[in-house]
């Protein structure tokens, strides 16, 4: 396809994000796009439901509008230096806080499983794994299961990728399968999922 022509049906098809994405180039075109993307639609509505949620009235300083502009000025080596992030903050900072809160792994909004599994959810946990359940339910392989959470439970790995949805399929189980174990009619009508009846009809096709 010849350049202009390219760029014709992009000026028309393309929002214009993406097309000022592109043309700032690779590491500061994906930073303006997770600023505008990412970042207002993802984690500061999170941020702003979980304080809401508890009365707080939260700010984040980093988003002060001076700030944010020179930090979209910056050049590229400031911002990227080698394969470490935020140099320019990481070297503003740790004259002023210890080296391994300035150097610490990245922590988002996640909820913390792999301490959940052995701290406070350690009951649940076992409950669901153990290898009757497992059994009953036929959804997962026990011994498999049963490995994973012990090399968790003794520190030799973090599976917590594994465990906790298995640990969710396995809830998800106990509560509703012994209720759907019955016949049921499907469901009818404007309320009905896509496919409900092909699904309840013939399950081993879904």
């Known amino acids: 396809m010849p350049g202009s022509l390219q760029a014709e049906l992009a000026s028309h ?3 214009p994000l993406v097309l000022e994405y592109a043309a700032r180039g690779a590491a500061d075109g994906a930073m303006l796009f997770d600023y505008c993307t990412a970042l207002r639609e993802k984690l500061l509505v999170k941020n702003d439901r979980a304080t809401m949620l508890s009365s707080i009235e939260a700010r984040a300083p980093f988003l002060d509008r001076d700030l944010t502009a020179l930090a979209f000025a910056l050049p590229h080596g ?67 299961m049963r490995r994973y959470l012990a090399e968790h439970r003794a520190g030799r790995a973090n599976h917590a990728r594994i465990l906790w949805p298995a640990f969710v399929l396995q809830l998800w189980a106990g509560q509703w399968r012994p209720v759907m174990s019955g016949s049921y009619p499907a469901p009818t009508g404007k309320n009905a999922p896509p496919c409900a009846e092909e699904a309840l009809l013939n399950p081993a096709t879904y």
């Open 13 to 15: 098809w393309l929002p």
């Open 78 to 144: 400031d911002k990227l230096h080698g394969l470490t992030t935020k140099w320019i903050l990481k070297q503003a900072a740790k004259t002023l806080l210890p080296w391994s809160l300035v150097h610490r792994r990245k922590r988002g909004l996640s909820v913390p499983t792999a301490t959940l599994i052995n701290g406070a959810l350690r009951e649940d946990v076992d409950r669901a794994f153990d290898t009757a359940n497992l059994s009953a339910h036929g959804l997962l392989d026990p011994l498999e």
